[in-house]
T-cell receptor
Framework: GAVVSQHPSWVICKSGTSVKIECRSLDFQATTMFWYRQFPKQSLMLMATSNEGSKATYEQGVEKDKFLINHASLTLSTLTVTSAHPEDSSFYIC??????????????FGPGTRLLVL | AQKVTQAQTEISVVEKEDVTLDCVYETRDTTYYLFWYKKPPSGELVFLIRRNSFDEQNEISGRYSWNFQKSTSSFNFTITASQVVDSAVYFCALSEAPGTASKLTFGTGTRLQVTL
């Protein structure tokens, strides 16, 4: 299957700092990438849809000024958590949409980034 | 609104037992996708299968099989002769019609523990 990487895999930062997480599709081009957040023992919650060359679409309740998304190329999307606070500590996962052939589209997931804000 | 329900939070079986993971979904779309993903203890989500709503054929891949029943809005996953390596959290997911920036709606996952 297709490979999606995320960097860093984990990060610890001080409250008030910003953290950037990268998501790359390694062997396919992804016009659409997605950013999820997972709380302990809960499902993945979609935060936003990242579209190459245009603004991201945020889900209800997600602060777009807090979670900045940039999808500058067909293989890279970044999520920046600005002025991070302890409540932002979580596991962030990206996925990249491989359109495949008609009716064969699939999302492939990165390994996730664990963020701890002190 | 779309919704995916995985009623089984945790299942524990002994190796070589068969196990079925349940998935029930809700959607107003007439065309949609269903997925199963596996998340091993220390790894990323791994894509297992995609099923399109207009294709109700069941599928078998080795020890894995999937039963899609549109009449009951279910997409159950069966592992035959389970192995310790099958231990993981399994997520069922639903997405909108193709051709859109299809968002995935996930179930809460079922943790499968296979012991010797």
């Amino acid at each position: 299957g297709a490979v999606v990487s995320q960097h860093p895999s984990w990060v610890i930062c001080k409250s008030g700092t910003s953290v950037k997480i990268e998501c790359r599709s390694l062997d396919f081009q992804a016009t659409t990438m997605f950013w999820y957040r997972q709380f302990p023992k809960q499902s993945l919650m979609l935060m936003a849809t990242s579209n190459e060359g245009s603004k991201a679409t945020y889900e209800q309740g997600v602060e777009k000024d807090k979670f900045l998304i940039n999808h500058a190329s067909l293989t890279l999307s970044t999520l920046t958590v600005t002025s991070a606070h302890p409540e932002d500590s979580s596991f962030y996962i990206c996925s990249a949409r491989d359109p495949g052939t008609l009716y064969q589209e699939t999302q492939y997931f990165g390994p996730g980034t664990r963020l701890l804000v002190l | 609104a779309q919704k995916v329900t995985q009623a089984q939070t945790e299942i524990s079986v002994v190796e070589k037992e068969d196990v079925t993971l349940d998935c029930v979904y809700e959607t107003r779309d007439t065309t949609y996708y269903l997925f199963w993903y596996k998340k091993p203890p220390s790894g990323e989500l791994v894509f297992l299968i995609r099923r399109n709503s207009f294709d109700e054929q069941n599928e078998i891949s080795g020890r894995y099989s999937w039963n899609f029943q549109k009449s009951t809005s279910s997409f159950n996953f069966t592992i035959t002769a389970s192995q310790v390596v099958d231990s993981a959290v399994y997520f069922c997911a639903l997405s909108e019609a193709p051709g859109t920036a299809s968002k995935l709606t996930f179930g809460t996952g079922t943790r499968l523990q296979v012991t010797l």
